[in-house]
């Protein structure tokens, strides 16, 4: 792992790195905002890891963020540093899983209900989107939302009055998240098609085809099962920080 001590440096890497982002999320950071304040972590060497976590000032310890990863001893270093520092600690631990590149579009003329409308979803989504996912229901996962929309691949299915009622998008990490159908519009086989759907479209635009699921959610992990989807060996696990100035 090269580590760059350079004052000059940095603020290069730190240039090309901006040049990258995405237009929204350049925004101010907000300091409860963990949907955004969120590290992918992976390493060849835990020590490495350990010492990065330590040493150097990559993590903004001062604000609530997320470090989510699929190595498992991510979660006791992770720990062990941010008990060091006096941070409350959420671990939320998923089945990974990743689509199988042959699994077939189901035939739309076979869906219980309407003529479904495949589309995209639309920043306007975002609020429905907010008030459905378990995550959600605040302020920063209603901006997270609409800046993943915006930024990211996504598939919904509309109603005749433009209304979506099943969708999934996709996370700043190219995970997909938030597969939703709306409770009345359930049993319809819109679910199946909205995730190889962008399955499909992640694949045909170069991401990877990969997400993660409660181990209790058993609709989701029948309908995971159903596409062809294949379970990793690894979990993927979501470690949420929050200092003590904002643990109340």
């Not at 495949?118 to 959600?136: C, E, F, H, I, P």
């Not at 969708?167 to 086989?189: I, M, N, V």
Request: with cysteine; aromatic share 8%; glycine share 4%.
């Amino acid at each position: 792992m090269l580590v760059l001590n350079c004052s000059t440096k940095l603020l290069i890497l730190e240039k090309m790195l901006k040049s990258h982002f995405p237009e929204s999320l350049k925004a101010e950071t907000d300091n409860l905002d963990h949907y955004t304040n969120a590290y992918a972590v992976f390493y060849t060497d835990v020590m490495a890891y350990q010492r990065l976590l330590e040493e150097h000032d990559v993590i903004n310890w001062d604000q609530v963020f997320q470090i989510q990863g699929l190595q498992s001893e991510l979660c006791d270093v992770s720990n062990a540093v941010a008990n060091s520092k006096q941070l409350g600690i959420k671990l939320t631990s998923f089945k990974a899983v990743q689509f199988s590149p042959h699994s077939a579009l189901p035939d739309t003329n076979s869906l219980k209900g309407s003529s479904p409308r495949l589309t995209y979803l639309s920043v306007a989504d975002a609020d429905l989107l907010n008030r459905t996912w378990s995550r959600g229901g605040n302020e920063q996962c209603l901006r997270y939302i609409a800046k993943l929309i915006s930024c990211f691949p996504s598939v919904c299915v509309r109603d005749d009055k433009g209304n979506p009622v099943s969708w999934s998008l996709t996370d700043q990490f190219a995970t997909t998240c938030h597969g939703y159908t709306l409770p009345e519009h359930r049993r319809k086989g819109y679910s199946q098609l909205v995730a190889l759907t962008l399955a499909r479209k992640l694949r045909s635009q170069g991401f990877p085809c990969q997400g993660n699921v409660l181990d209790d959610n058993m609709a989701s992990i029948s309908l995971l099962k159903n596409v062809r989807a294949e379970f990793l060996p690894c979990r993927f696990h979501r470690l949420i920080l929050t200092p003590a100035a904002f643990s109340g």
